[in-house]
């Protein structure tokens, strides 16, 4: 099986393992009964704009953003990090494909776009002592070979009882599979997924939670 050259599988791939639930049609129950209906228009509007871009597959789906909408709003996140997609990103384009809607929704001056790799940027935030222990919340949805390098830096970025939330954690169900039936170009993320969820939960620092939603999405609240 083919996937696109950024490592994440292509479409072909993922019309066979859509979503983590026992048949497709319950991820569609989900999404009709629970999320589709109570959809932010703005974020109903990204999702259409992206709809045919060509890195569809790395979107994350609406049942997880709805998760971590509801996160957000338990913990009253003010102070907070994307880095993948929206906020720091590598690829601006990506960016401007949402920014006009971000817009129109009003919200722009709440979002700080850095385009340059993740690693980078935490190294400079490191650098101002008042940015530790300082965030809120944290979603990573970046490279999966450096997740946990960010996930060092993240714990002294984000405060005590902050939320860091790290997305494709079970890496299209690859995880559990034997390795004869991965394929190929999967094998590289998903044995550094596999060795990144062992250290998580190794880590008597944070409290862990990972749901079976969208790819598989851990949820860390550090502890100390
Ligand atoms: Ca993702």
Known sequence: MEEATNGEPNEEFLKIKKGLLQSDELLQYILETSVYPREPQPLKEIRDASAHHQ???MLTTPDAGQLMVLLLKLINAKKTIEIGIIA???DREAFELGFPIIEKAGVQHKID?????????LDRLLEDPNNEDSFD????DADKDNYINYHEKLMKLVKIGGLILYDNTLWFGTVALPNCLVPEKMKYNRDHIIKFNKALSDDSRIQISQVPVGDGLTICRRLY
């Open 88 to 90: 720091i990103d590598i």
């Open 137 to 140: 919340y944290v979603f990573v």
């Open 113 to 121: 776009f850095i385009e340059a790799p993740g690693l980078e940027v």
């Open 55 to 57: 890195k569809k597959m």
